[in-house]
């Protein structure tokens, strides 16, 4: 198979980009739904406890 050549390695070189960049918000999304989650637990353990 050739080497992109032209305007098609533009394309390729965009579309890497593209999906290295997708890849890593996906996983900054993960990171933050699970400091999320956990800062939620700790809202809740804190919101119970001020109860007694």
């Known amino acids: 198979m050739a080497a992109p050549r032209g305007r098609s390695l533009l394309l390729?070189?965009?579309?890497a980009r593209i999906t290295t960049e997708n890849t890593s918000l996906k996983q900054r999304v993960r990171q933050l739904?699970?400091?999320?989650r956990m800062f939620e637990e700790r809202l809740a353990a804190v919101r119970s406890t001020l109860r007694f």
Do not use: G, W
């Not at 390729?12 to 579309?15: G, I, R, S």
């Open 12 to 15: 390729y070189a965009l579309t």
């Open 33 to 36: 739904t699970a400091d999320n």
